[in-house]
């Protein structure tokens, strides 16, 4: 037999990420200002097809929202499949507010910068680089691994994962459990111990609106009726709505994990003294133990001297798994008589089994390239596509892994000003995701 090609699984990973970047793909909710994707989506096709794979770049609802699929079979045709899943969309970047060219990809401080760095264009250059790996070597991994990069996921996902998940399922025909954003990253508690966070639950998303009417009228005039007023009641009302702690199975084991690996007695029950120990990534992990709402958006009137008739306020509304109705009703509750709350876009919550052994394989592959590495649950406060995957029965978790520098404030990079990822992590990562599915 000859010799297997010379390849690394991290070889083309940096290269791929940048040339991601510079692609811009701003998704600003709008179709009609949306762009880029269709491009990335090329992109992606010409680097699998480039090592003689045969993918699948389709379009949802229109020749600009395009994606990629492919299928990679396995050795053993009869086991489940698994998913990797990348979306190659970003929230837009506003130039004058960054020290760089947020698409310029520029690499500086041992980082490469730029919008979509850590959401998500770093994984999606970790899978393209692997899978490369694996085509110049010959690889043939265990199971099948379906391979998909998507649109419209920093919308909601309606015309990306929701999409595929209604119209074309036979592309994850088979799969039992997806892996994507956001776990696998680092924390480092010292030199002998670094946490990596593996993202098994997302919370439930409901965006409300909150309408308030009432008699309009002359600015000059008493108004009893004031729409303003009472939205400005319900808004406060909100505000002021604390939510109690609710531990969930994955931040249960969280802490159960944490408290092995810290040699400490936490509880989830009272969390706050755990997340002073995680210092700024509690940022991330603190929203986890609780439903939130947060106000975003207010709109009343046209005039100074004229009283509206009309007032209404958006809301942002994270529900913990299984838990929609109980925290509708808070709300509900919060904002009192004389205003109308309606669910504007809602999406699940979801919990996959925090004792898979998908999680062994995860952590084996971190120790193996970090030996400080110890691996523990969590559950996102964000939102997915593991949401519209997981309508098919299928278990969702998050690893895209980076070893981070100790001094990185990691969660504040995620739609933040200055987004950027480690040169090292991007490789790092790229080694790790070939372990983790390759079993060595």
């Known amino acids: 037999m000859p010799p297997a090609p010379d390849s690394r699984p991290d070889a083309d990973v940096v290269d791929i990420c940048r040339e991601l970047i510079r692609i811009d793909t701003t998704n600003t909710g709008d179709a ?6 269709a491009l990335a989506a090329e992109y992606v096709e010409g680097l699998l097809r480039a090592v003689g794979y045969d993918p ?22 009869d086991l489940p499949a698994l998913l990797l899943h990348g979306h190659l969309d970003v929230v837009p970047a506003d130039a004058a507010d960054w020290q760089v060219d947020p698409f310029a990809a520029d690499v500086a401080e041992g980082m490469v910068w730029g919008r979509g760095a850590v959401d998500m264009k770093d994984m999606d250059a970790m899978i393209l680089s692997v899978v490369r790996h694996w085509a110049r070597i010959g690889h043939r991994p265990e199971r ?22 209604e119209h074309r399922p036979d592309m994850l025909t088979g799969v039992s459990q997806a892996v994507g954003e956001v776990g696998g990253f680092s924390y480092s508690v010292s030199e002998s111990l670094r946490l990596y966070f593996l993202q098994t639950a997302e919370k439930g998303i409901a965006w409300l609106r909150l309408s308030a009417d009432g008699t309009a009228g002359h600015g000059s005039m ?7 007023t009472t939205l400005a009641r319900a808004v406060s009302g909100l505000g002021s709505l604390e939510f109690p702690i609710e531990p969930t199975e994955s931040l249960q084991a969280m802490v159960a ?12 029950a009272d969390p706050d003294p755990l997340l002073e120990r995680l210092g700024p990534l509690a940022r991330m992990i603190a929203p986890g133990f609780r439903h939130t709402v947060n106000p975003t958006q207010l709109a009343a009137g046209y005039k100074v001297n004229v009283v509206p008739g009309h007032a209404s306020a958006m809301v942002d509304g994270r529900f913990l798994p299984g838990r929609r109705e109980e ?32 999680l062994d394989r995860m952590a084996a592959a971190l120790q193996a390239e970090d030996p400080a590495a110890r691996t523990v649950p969590y559950l996102m406060s964000g939102g997915t596509d593991g949401k519209a995957f997981s309508r098919l029965g299928i278990d969702c978790y998050g690893f895209a892994p980076l070893r981070l520098p100790a001094d990185l404030d990691f969660a504040s990079l995620f739609h933040g000003v200055d987004e950027r990822v480690p040169v090292e992590g991007l490789r790092f990562g790229a080694r790790v995701l070939d372990r983790f599915l390759t079993g060595q």
């Open 327 to 358: 925290f509708l009703a808070a709300v509900r509750g919060a904002v009192g008589d004389g205003v109308e709350v309606t669910v504007q876009h809602h999406d699940v919550g979801l919990e996959a089994p925090t004792d898979a052994g998908l």
């Open 257 to 268: 994990q944490l408290n092995d690996a810290l040699g400490e007695s936490f509880s989830a």
């Open 32 to 37: 009609a200002t949306t762009v880029g994707e």
């Open 222 to 228: 008493i108004a009893e009726d004031n729409a303003v």
């Open 56 to 77: 699948e770049r389709f379009s949802t609802t229109g020749p600009t929202r395009q994606g990629v699929h492919l299928r990679i079979p396995g050795r053993d045709p």
């Open 144 to 165: 099948d691994v379906v391979v998909l990069f998507t649109p419209d996921e920093e919308a909601g996902g309606v015309l990306g994962a929701h999409w595929i998940v």
